[in-house]
């Protein structure tokens, strides 16, 4: 069975990150200078093309030790974590419930957000964790990688839309304010943050994990 391969463009007709070669291809064939490459991970693809060519381009990663330890990454591979990072996390009791997140930076644990309780559920936590984490950030000019635990909440921010079936009430209408204006932020803002899966099985739990399990 072929390895799963991740291609990232950073100069081509389209650039980003491509699933298949076929999709890659088509947007470096012909294209004088093309710059691209491929990566074993999602995560590493994501930094990658944030990162930038110069960085990789050109380089063995997968066999040359000397050019993994010289990337912007503080040594990142698929069993390392960026301690530069802010960790979030969400915490839910009932569904819907009292939900509140918060996020926290990886190198100090300290909190840097917090937010709640206010009636919602668990995956909206984590959606607005993210987004608040990446306005949290970009106030500050920093584009540094944001780590979640939730795939669902990490494809809803990619999407730019919170895909939950959570009714609106008079009870759930703050956070449906919540979510419309995060939303809007995703819709009109730009973000070079990484936004990158937290592999709890890998590196234990998250450390914004409110420890209610």
Not at 40 to 49: D, L, N, V, W
Not at 205 to 210: C, G, M
Request: aromatic residues 12%; contains cysteine.
């Amino acid at each position: 069975m072929a390895t799963k391969k991740y291609y990232v463009v950073w100069k081509g007709v389209n650039t980003g990150i491509f699933t298949s070669w076929d999709d890659c291809k088509r947007n470096v064939q012909g294209v004088p200078g093309a710059k691209y490459k491929s990566f074993p991970s999602m995560e590493e693809a994501e930094i990658a093309f944030q990162s930038g060519w110069q960085a990789y381009y050109g380089q063995n990663i997968k066999s040359d030790r000397k050019a993994k330890a010289s990337l912007p990454t503080n040594n990142y591979h698929h069993h390392d974590y960026i301690e530069d990072s802010i960790a979030v996390d969400a915490a839910c009791s009932g569904n819907p419930g009292p939900m509140e997140y918060k996020g926290v930076c990886l190198k100090t644990g300290q909190t840097l957000f917090h937010f709640g309780p206010i009636i919602g559920t668990n995956n909206i936590g984590e959606f607005l964790a993210i987004v608040h984490a990446l306005g949290f950030l970009q106030k500050k000019n920093l584009s540094i990688p944001i780590y979640s635990d939730s795939q669902i909440a990490i494809n809803w921010v990619k999407m730019k839309k919170a895909n939950t079936n959570l009714p609106l009430t008079k009870e759930t209408e703050q956070v449906w304010n919540l979510i419309k204006r995060g939303e809007q932020w995703l819709q009109t803002h730009s973000y070079a943050n990484p936004i990158i899966k937290w592999e709890t099985k890998l590196w234990g739990e998250n450390k914004a994990d409110f420890g209610r399990k």
